[in-house]
Structure formats: structure tokens, C-alpha cells
């Protein structure tokens, strides 16, 4: 089975700080994503990479940055933390190919206060 | 853009009733089309997806969907619901083979006993 697992459940951090969400893929999956989920506005992705050290914006980069230094690790930095990115994050990852589905971790509720 | 419309944001049905979960799409080329469950502090789990051939897929749980092209839907149904089906249902579209998946906002299914 493939597994995607993401370092924290819930994480509480304050204003400004900076916040590293980390997730780990362990079947060799060129593709990894991350979105943000909250309620009434479904999954919305944030970046995604493509290869190590290839990353590309997705439709809400702004104050988000992210890392792909090895193929199974792909970090999401919240430079400086707002409250206006408390919010459910997830994770994913996919082989290249058309017919593959994107596996998702259990995901990281962030609360910044 | 592409877009993804479901048109419920909450769906409750009675244990052993039928259920159907409505997904429109808004692409002119061709799409992969996923739907996928997410259970209460749970990341998603793949129910099923279309990608060629059959209009009818087949998905776990007893779920299926059907492809219809000339209304460009996507519809998830279930002959007699459980309890544990009470979730929240995610269509997702893929188009032209691209990586990146774009999403629904989500049904949130409430089976009553």
C-alpha cells in the first residue's frame, strides 16, 4: 500500500512564526502536491513538484513556500505564520502517467493564533 | 479555467435509502474524472475514477458513477447507504493528463438511522 504521511496532526502556532509542515511518501512517486481545505471551499492547491528540486505555483501561493530536496520528502514553509492560514493541509502524492489517482496523508489541522 | 460544480453541500438520507451525489464539469477536452471519501479527521481515500471505456465505473463500498459526456457530469450513487458511509465526498477532475487534479467543494453525506 502506498503511504503518505505527514509530520503532525495538529499543529498551534502564533502569528509571525515561521512553520514547517513536512510530508513523506515511500513508493518512489515523482509527484507531490499540497492543498489547503476548508469548509465550503473544498481542496485548493497550493504547489506541487514535479522532481526533486522542481516545484510549480498552484492556485494560492501566496505566503507559502515550499522544498524538495529528496524524492520522498516535500516540505510546505509558511514563512511567517497568519491567521488567515489556519486551515486543514494535506498532502499528496502520484506516479507520472495519465491513469494514476493522487494518494493523500491524514493531513495537518494548523491553527495560528 | 476548469471547474468543478457539486451541487449539494450536504446530502442527509436515511440507512438503506438510495443515494445519488452530483458532479458537473466544465471542459471542452478530455478529462480523468475521480471521486474520493473523506471520513472525519481522515485525509482522502480514491472511491473510484473514469479515465476510458465504460461510462459506468465501478467503485468500493458499493459506490458507482457514470460518465456522461454530453452532460458533462459525473454522478456518484449507492442503491442502500450505511452509517458508516457518512462522510464527505470529493469530485475531482483531471484534464488532458495534467498532474494536478482540480476539486469540488464537497457533499457531506449524513446517513440517519
Known amino acids: 500500500d502506498v503511504k503518505v504521511t505527514q509530520s503532525s496532526r495538529y499543529l498551534v502556532k502564533r502569528t509571525g512564526e515561521k512553520v514547517f509542515l513536512e510530508c513523506v511518501q515511500d513508493?518512489?512517486?515523482?509527484?507531490m502536491f499540497w492543498y489547503r481545505q476548508d469548509p465550503g471551499l473544498g481542496l485548493r492547491l497550493i504547489y506541487f513538484s514535479y522532481d526533486v528540486k522542481m516545484k510549480e505555483k498552484g492556485d494560492i501561493p501566496e505566503g507559502y513556500s515550499v522544498s524538495r530536496e529528496k524524492k520522498e520528502r516535500f516540505s510546505l514553509i509558511l514563512e511567517s505564520a497568519s491567521t488567515n492560514q489556519t486551515s486543514m493541509y494535506l498532502c499528496?502524492?502520484?506516479?507520472?502517467?495519465?491513469?494514476?489517482?493522487?494518494?493523500f496523508g491524514p493531513g495537518t489541522r494548523l491553527t495560528v493564533t | 479555467a476548469q471547474s468543478v460544480t457539486q451541487l449539494d453541500s450536504q446530502v442527509p438520507v436515511f440507512e438503506e435509502a438510495p443515494v445519488e451525489l452530483r458532479c458537473n464539469y466544465s471542459s471542452s477536452v478530455s478529462v480523468y474524472l475521480f471521486w474520493y471519501v473523506q471520513y472525519p479527521n481522515q485525509g482522502l481515500q480514491l472511491l473510484l475514477k473514469y479515465l476510458s471505456g465504460s461510462t459506468l465505473v465501478k467503485g468500493i463500498n458499493g459506490f458507482e458513477a457514470e460518465f456522461n459526456k454530453s452532460q458533462t457530469s459525473f454522478h456518484l450513487r449507492k442503491p442502500s447507504v450505511h452509517i458508516s458511509d457518512t462522510a464527505e465526498y470529493f469530485c475531482?477532475?483531471?484534464?488532458?493528463?495534467?498532474?494536478?487534479?482540480?476539486f469540488g467543494t464537497g457533499t457531506r453525506l449524513t446517513v440517519i438511522p
Open positions: 499528496a502524492s502520484r506516479p507520472t502517467g495519465l491513469s494514476y489517482e493522487q494518494y
Open positions: 475531482a477532475v483531471s484534464v488532458g493528463g495534467a498532474n494536478n487534479l482540480f
Open positions: 513508493m518512489d512517486h515523482e509527484n
